[in-house]
């Protein structure tokens, strides 16, 4: 499915033939009688911490070849080091959303999520790439990889016989579990298992996989079934008090989890200490006796508010920012894809089954789809559960394992950039409606992150690191994140509440004020994700209201507030910028964004390459794939900054519009 993004990634992307394509093969799913949901990542799964980091290496050396062939051959790299714009998760959940597919985000762990809504709601077949599946044994299991749309306008690819594994390995489905928490995992690592692999004879290397799997299958085979777990694990170990034995229950009741016998059947998690109770309690207000002095509940008119959804989103909006988009794209339909032939697309121009009108798509819902709205919970306005209650992953075990629990990097943790820092406590109407957008693919997965855990994980970027003429990409958008961190903790509050204490003596006078720290995991040399880095938000210049009246205030002038702190955060508090006959309305996040990267104290951006992307924004046709395909440039200048940040932005976005 990647293929769309392959001619331009390495400039940014290009996003009008990403929705090009997937409007296209959303109507021939749509033509098969294929009900289609797309469930992305959206959970911070602590244990898995070492996964992300091996991952985020390989995208840093990737990006690391990509530029060297670049710069030393001048010609687009090869496809096998495509390495996806951080922003593309973004685009595609609100592409699909807009094409009116059903999309959801994971919130505990992604893969028992996923198989439990596979199972819970009855479809037929899982598309992923990840072999922790094949444990699951899905209903029927379909390569993503291998997902494309053929000329003949129909969707191939391939099917993972799962039934016919267990038949040639002489394995029960039980026994494939065993088999995986055996082959390592974030749970059990396969540094844990040496001793056992050179036991069974089991080599590395490419050509050894097969003959490694049928060892391990014939081992298993022997071994007693995990309904004895006790008996199982002095099989494998020899003793049960081996220190491997906890790790290797957990993994493999894990997979069992999953079976469509035990997707609901979870075991109750260990007890954790009173630190990491803290971090896994996002559903209640976290706060401490420590900082209780500055931490406090003041009575607001707040709670008058209708929470039930966001103040900005409206029929009447909706409707609104539909229009403005025509306008803006000069009410042109995507219709064709560059590579189909000409026959193709009078096939699909004529089909019988049209797609469903643009009103009927709001929220992800499609009127014309094949499948009801009930057949698919995600598309109601009811919530999605996604969460996986008392999943096994969350171990307190599993912490040992993760980057940060090291002794250097807990010296690094321990060394705050504030001694005057407090724990926020957030509304617990705030957490439920970030939640269910969460659930729903309605809001960036950073903003539950960053109000439940103070903790956002940033990714490898595209971008040279020995460029001395830029700052790194993350460190130009910093100030605009520290603003937004203010914004969800309500650290205007926090200090005025402050303030008025020390009035009323309730407070010493030499009490500093407090601050709001939150961690980011951030690449650099001397910290290649060994520990996170704790920042300091910073407040507005004027008083923000609470994010619980940003989101849900009614009333004009909270909707002045809510622009009033966009403008802000992005360096554009200026009255023109509202001007409609300076910037158009459908045009004020772009010039937000231009205006931020140009306000930089290093210059960024040259007049030129501003010009280029106002004249990309104002050309209508500029916004036709089909057109910039025939289209001869003599020099292009494209700058990454805006593309890879929009997780960023869009995060911001929704905190306050």
């Known amino acids: 499915m990647i293929n769309f993004l392959i001619f331009n990634w390495a400039c940014g992307g290009q996003w009008n033939r990403m929705v090009q394509f997937l409007s296209l093969l959303t109507r021939a799913i749509e033509r098969g009688n294929i009900e289609l949901a797309v469930v992305f990542n959206g959970t911070i799964e602590q244990c898995r911490m070492n996964e992300w980091v091996a991952e985020q290496a390989n995208i840093r050396q990737r990006v ?4 060297k062939h670049i710069n030393t051959k001048a010609t687009p790299p090869p496809k096998i080091w ?3 714009p951080t922003c593309l998760r973004s685009a595609l959940r609100m592409a699909l959303r807009h094409l009116g ?4 985000c994971t919130m505990d762990d992604h893969h028992q999520e996923v198989i439990a809504y596979c199972r819970e709601y009855g479809f037929h077949g899982l598309l992923a790439d990840d072999a922790e599946y094949a444990a699951f044994d899905p209903p029927r299991y379909f390569s993503a990889e291998n997902l494309k749309l053929t000329y003949k306008g129909s969707v191939e690819t391939k099917e993972y016989m799962i039934s016919e594994l267990t038949k040639t390995l002489k394995v029960t489905q039980e026994q494939v579990c065993i088999m995986a928490a055996l082959l390592g995992n974030f749970l059990l690592p396969e540094s844990d298992l040496q001793d056992l692999y050179k036991k069974l004879g089991l080599t590395k290397g490419e050509n050894s996989a097969e003959s490694n799997i049928k060892k391990l299958a014939e081992y298993v085979g022997t071994l007693p079934s995990p309904s004895n777990m006790d008996a199982l694990v002095v099989a494998v170990f020899g003793i ?14 894990y997979y069992l989890n999953g079976t469509a016998s035990g997707f609901l059947k979870y075991c109750t998690p260990p007890t954790k200490s009173k630190k990491d109770k803290n971090k896994a309690q996002p559903q ?16 607001t008119d707040d709670h008058d508010l209708d929470t039930s959804g966001f ?12 229009q403005n988009y025509k306008q803006a794209t000069a009410h042109s339909v995507v219709t064709s894809f560059d590579g189909l032939d000409v026959n193709l697309l009078k096939n699909i121009n004529s089909d019988d089954s049209p797609l469903s009108s643009d009103s009927s798509r709001f929220n992800g819902i499609s009127n014309g789809s094949v499948g009801s709205v009930k057949s698919i919970p995600g598309s109601s306005g009811q919530r999605v559960n996604l969460l996986v209650g008392n999943s096994s992953s969350n171990t307190s075990e599993n912490s040992k394992n993760s980057p940060n629990s090291g002794s250097g990097s807990q010296k690094a943790q321990k060394q705050s950039v504030s001694n005057n820092a407090v724990t926020p406590s957030v509304s617990p109407d705030v957490l439920r409606t970030a939640s269910l957008r969460h659930q729903k693919g309605l809001m960036a997965p950073t903003i539950l992150h960053v109000l439940s855990t103070q903790e956002v994980r940033l990714p490898c970027l595209m971008e040279d690191e020995g460029n001395r003429e830029f700052p790194p990409i993350h460190d130009i958008y910093g100030p605009l994140r520290k603003r937004v961190y203010a914004v969800l903790f309500n650290l205007h509050h926090l200090r005025y ?23 980011e995991w951030i690449y650099s040399r001397s910290n290649p994700y060994q520990y996170a880095e704790e920042v300091k938000a910073e407040p507005l210049p004027w008083a923000v209201p609470t994010l619980q009246r940003l989101w849900f205030g009614p009333s004009v002038d909270d909707k002045r507030r809510r622009m009033r702190a966009l403008l802000s955060c992005l360096n554009s ?27 930089q104290d290093r210059p960024i951006m040259r007049r030129h390459e501003l010009d280029a992307f106002l004249c990309h924004a104002f050309n209508p046709n500029l916004m036709n794939p089909q057109y910039l395909q025939e289209l001869t440039v003599r020099l292009s200048y494209v700058y990454i900054f805006t593309f890879h940040q929009v997780p960023t932005l869009q995060v911001f976005f929704t905190v306050l519009v």
């Not at 597919?101 to 959801?104: P, R």
């Not at 290797?248 to 009741?253: A, I, L, N």
């Not at 103040?311 to 539909?322: F, R, V, Y």
């Open 311 to 322: 103040a900005s989103e409206t029929t009447e909006q909706e409707q609104e920012t539909l």
């Open 284 to 299: 209640a207000p976290v706060s401490n006796e420590k900082d209780a002095a500055n931490n406090v509940n003041v009575k």
């Open 101 to 104: 597919v059903t999309v959801m």
């Open 240 to 253: 049960p008090e081996d220190k491997r034995a906890s790790k290797f229950r957990q993994s493999v009741q």
């Open 82 to 84: 495509w390495a996806p």
């Open 573 to 599: 508090d200026t009255p023109l910028i509202l001007n409609t006959a300076y910037v158009p309305q459908h045009m004020l996040i772009m010039a937000c964004v231009l205006r931020y990267i140009m306000s």
């Open 497 to 519: 509440v402050h303030a008025k204490k020390k009035e009323s003596g309730e407070l010493p006078e030499n009490v500093p004020q407090p601050d709001i720290l939150v961690k």
């Open 64 to 67: 690391g070849m990509v530029l």
